[in-house]
């Protein structure tokens, strides 16, 4: 056999170096940059302090006025372009539909931001979320709800819920011009005095709700009334990425607690799938997935269609509303399927802002008092993630959100309405992460479903029910415990 020139052995190196190249930059380009990371440094993750980590490499040390709204560090570019592309989806205000499509407005040179409506409470996500946190601006009495509405429910007579008659389960209290709003809706406050066992004087405010300029005939008597408050949304891939196994974990932990704490998952209907699945977000955890819940509040706040939600929600006997021009057709919603795509992963890489004052010796007893009072019962701060979610980076990452995302009773003070396998007085226990930057981000410290707690002290004070044995805990501190665990809070 001739044996090769050393010139073919040197061209045949070349080519497959240079095939390997290729190889090697389609996979990265087409593959590789979904995994989560980018070509930067990561090592001071391993640096840091772990108690700092909150959403492990996904923690941003970012407490300006905008820290809920962070990419993670060292995400790949193609990550980037779709993050900032799902943050201009959030940041967007819908206008009314003019009868033309997206595609109609696309080819005259229009911006395709049109089908809010006909019936709406807000114009945008970021109307409720403010710097993806909560509102910008509490309810006053006597003013516009901004962030918040009003759910309303009657007995449908075979031991379940339905809308009061002519109305929708969420009040809409603002629509398109040439449509008239459901009616408007009034929260007047009651004050409820109340003392520590230290003879410390607190008062906390119990909402009465009213609704006036009624659209379509009176409510009934017996129509159960709940206002619901926009919560922040950071964080929302790494709640997505536990795995169920995980959560149900939890809540058989939770069995023969001497507390008698005792959470559930609240099961719901994939609205894509239709399958039932574990509920984790929403107020109830009566969402599924962070598409689900960015498809539901687009239809059900903003009036917004999605390949979800395909068509208009006026009720049959809504002709104003029916006949009100759209942005979209089902074919072609006012959400397109790129926007959803978009904005769902936006959601799922919020990063997580980093604990703060670790070496506070004031929040560092504030911790130990918040494990005696047991909060971290249902409050649990360290979780993994599970290995299944799309997003690579979102798997396997120890975080400390303080929620074990299950329903738990607090007692007939915050009962409202059932919402799918959740009782009126059950509610998912809520992330604590970053809530002690929620005044610098949103101006205000106002709490719970309905805002009706003021402070973090308040919203501790109308915990019943399952978690009352920690309430009481808390209420029997001294003045000087009780600010030490509101500076852990603080410190999340």
């Not at 670790?358 to 360290?382: I, M, S, W, Y």
Request: aromatic fraction near 8%; charge should be neutral.
């Amino acid at each position: 056999m001739k044996p090769r020139s050393p010139r073919l052995l040197f061209y045949l190196a070349l080519l497959a170096i240079a095939c390997a190249g290729l190889g090697h930059a389609w996979w990265k380009t087409r593959h590789a940059w979904r995994a989560g990371y980018g070509d930067g440094d990561m090592s001071y993750f391993t640096r840091a302090d772990p108690r700092a980590l909150s959403g492990g490499d996904l923690t941003v040390f970012h407490d300006g006025f905008i820290p809920f709204g962070q990419t993670p560090n060292n995400l790949p570019w193609q990550y980037e372009a779709i993050f900032e592309a799902g943050d201009g989806v959030f940041d967007k205000v819908f206008v009314p539909g003019d009868g033309t499509t997206a595609a109609q407005r696309k080819n005259a040179g229009g911006t395709r931001r049109r089908g809010l409506g006909p019936l709406y409470n807000a114009s945008g996500c970021a109307e409720c979320h403010f710097r993806d946190g909560r509102v910008e601006k509490p309810y006053a009495s006597g003013g516009e709800m901004i962030g918040m509405f009003l759910r309303l429910s009657v007995p449908d007579g075979q031991g379940g819920w339905q809308p009061p008659e002519g109305y929708h389960h969420q009040l809409h209290d603002r629509a398109v011009a040439g449509v008239p709003p459901e009616g408007k809706a009034h929260i007047d406050w009651e004050e409820i005095p109340g003392r520590f066992a230290d003879g410390e004087a607190y008062s906390l405010r119990r909402p009465r709700f009213r609704v006036t300029d009624l659209a379509h005939g009176p409510l009934p008597e017996n129509v159960i009334i709940e206002a619901r408050s926009a919560p922040p949304v950071h964080g929302g891939g790494l709640l997505e990425a536990i795995a169920e196994s995980t959560l149900l974990a939890l809540a058989e932990a939770q069995k023969n607690d001497p507390d008698g704490v005792s959470g559930k998952p609240n099961y719901v209907t994939d609205p894509e799938s239709g399958k039932r699945v574990l509920g984790r977000f929403s107020l109830k955890a009566n969402e599924p997935s962070l598409r689900a819940q960015a498809a539901g509040a687009a239809f059900n706040d903003m009036g917004v269609t999605s390949v979800i939600h395909r068509r208009e929600g006026c009720l049959p006997h809504q002709k104003e509303c029916a006949a009100a021009k759209n942005g979209g057709t089902p074919e072609e919603p006012e959400l397109s399927a790129q926007q959803l795509d978009d904005l769902t992963i936006y959601l799922q890489l919020l990063a997580v802002p980093a604990r703060r004052n670790l070496d506070d010796p004031l929040a560092q007893k504030g911790e130990e008092l918040f494990k005696q009072a047991r909060c971290n019962a249902c409050h649990v701060d360290t979780v993994r993630t599970g290995d299944t979610h799309p997003i690579g980076r979102l798997r396997h990452q120890t975080i400390h959100p303080y929620t074990d995302l299950l329903l738990h009773d607090l007692g007939p003070g915050l009962a409202g309405r059932p919402d799918g396998e959740a009782t009126a007085q059950e509610w998912r226990t809520p992330p604590l992460w970053g809530i002690g930057l929620t005044e610098r981000s949103n101006h205000h410290t106002n709490f719970l479903h309905d805002q009706r707690a003021r402070s973090l002290q308040e919203a501790i004070l109308w915990h019943d029910g399952q978690a009352a044995a920690a309430k009481g805990r808390f209420m029997a501190m001294r003045r000087d415990e009780r600010a030490a665990l509101l500076r852990f809070l603080e410190s999340l």
